[in-house]
Nanobody, 123 residues
């Protein structure tokens, strides 16, 4: 069983920064791909970043150059640094552990496990 818990969300002004953290527990070693997606009710889910156990990363164009994904495998922790935040980045952000498919941002949010989410508001 896998559990993921996100933290670090909040309210910031445009141009501000946040650092999201995802703490994983359980049998996470069986899977190597993790990432972040964002979604609010009524909007389409958007996978925004992925990272493999070897550190290989992919990003959606909407966040490339502004967001940075990283992980600490020894602590089973995933991070997302959000810089230059804009109002359109306001969303619920979810940590995801991918259990099937290639490790790319496009697949983040599909098969696997995710946490309850953390809210990011930019205004």
């Amino acid at each position: 069983h896998v559990q993921l818990v996100e933290s670090g969300g909040g309210s910031v002004q445009p141009g501000g920064s946040l650092r999201l953290t995802c703490a994983a527990s359980g049998r996470t070693s069986e899977y190597y791909c993790m990432g972040w997606f964002r979604q609010v009710p009524g909007k389409e889910r958007e996978g925004i970043a992925s990272i493999g156990s070897d550190g290989t990363t992919t990003y959606a164009d909407s966040v490339k150059g502004r967001f940075t994904i990283s992980r600490d495998n020894s602590k089973k922790t995933l991070f997302l640094q959000l810089n230059s935040l804009q109002p359109e980045d306001s969303d619920m952000y979810y940590c995801h552990l991918l259990t099937s498919g290639h490790c790319t941002f496009q697949n983040i949010g599909d098969y696997g496990f995710w946490g309850p989410g953390t809210q990011v508001t930019v205004s």
